[in-house]
């Protein structure tokens, strides 16, 4: 048998990575019924050159599914490693939202019936919940998150924070209603009913209120004085204003 040169893998390597990027751009462009011929165009590739790394939609559909997973389980061990445990979760699931709000029509196809899972995309999912599960159970300990809570709780609830974002036609506020949606996950202490007041006659603001980064939903330290803060640090600020300016 002949062995492939080197450089020929490479370039292979390099355009299967296009094909796919390019899916991804396309399918949540123009929807799944973009057709492979359509991405061959998008992508400034023959149509052999599509069909010889994915040799039918449905495969390209997994592999598109596949690296959008695995980039999130990439996410999900950067929030782990450099946030807090009940942050960590709780970032985590805002980016997958996020993304996934980008990218509807791909998942979709995760949740709809096609006959899915199969291999590479079964690799990707149990990857997936792996790494949600970790955050959740170190959340958990840190007492971040309500001890009833349990992973597939999480992964329902991520699918519909999905639909909300996407339904809403003020992006900004459907980010906030998905916040206000997964701050029910948060741990509350055991409150006397016989204490409970009107809620009228308590202040908006004041130190005892909590409050979360707009952007990532991090926990904001309190402030006695001055206006309170709207997120946690220049990147979450710089992300904000970027999203308005581009709305």
Avoid at 12 to 18: E, G, H, Q, T
Avoid at 220 to 225: E, F, G, H, K, N
Wanted: hydrophobic share 40%.
């Amino acid at each position: 048998m002949t062995a492939v040169p080197v450089a020929g893998r490479s370039d292979a390597r390099r355009n299967r990575d296009l094909v796919l990027r390019t899916a991804m751009r396309v399918f949540a462009e123009e929807g799944l019924q973009a057709s492979l011929g359509r991405i061959a165009q998008r992508a400034g590739v023959g149509a052999g050159t599509v069909y010889r790394h994915f040799p039918s939609k449905d495969i390209l559909v997994e592999a598109v599914l596949a690296e959008h997973l695995e980039t999130l389980v990439a996410s999900a061990g950067r929030w782990g490693a450099r946030a807090a445990p009940g942050d960590a979760l709780f970032g985590f699931l805002l980016e997958v939202v996020e993304k996934s709000a980008d990218r509807q029509s791909v998942c979709d196809a995760l949740t709809g019936d096609r006959s899915w899972p199969r291999a590479v995309l079964t690799a990707a999912v149990q990857r997936f919940h792996q790494a949600l599960e970790r955050l959740m159970r170190d959340a958990r300990q840190a007492g971040a998150i309500r001890a009833d809570v349990r992973l597939d709780d999480l992964s329902a609830l991520v699918v519909g924070a999905v639909a909300l974002r996407t339904a809403h036609r003020d992006q900004a506020r459907g980010a906030q209603l998905v916040r206000l949606l997964l701050d029910g996950l948060r741990a509350r202490p055991v409150t006397n009913p016989a204490s409970f007041r009107d809620a009228s006659s308590s202040p908006r603001h004041g130190p005892t209120a909590p409050r979360l980064c707009e952007e990532c939903g991090a926990s904001l330290p309190a402030r006695d004085t001055g206006r309170p803060p709207r997120y946690c640090g220049p990147t979450c600020r710089q992300r904000a204003h970027r999203r308005r300016s581009a709305g």
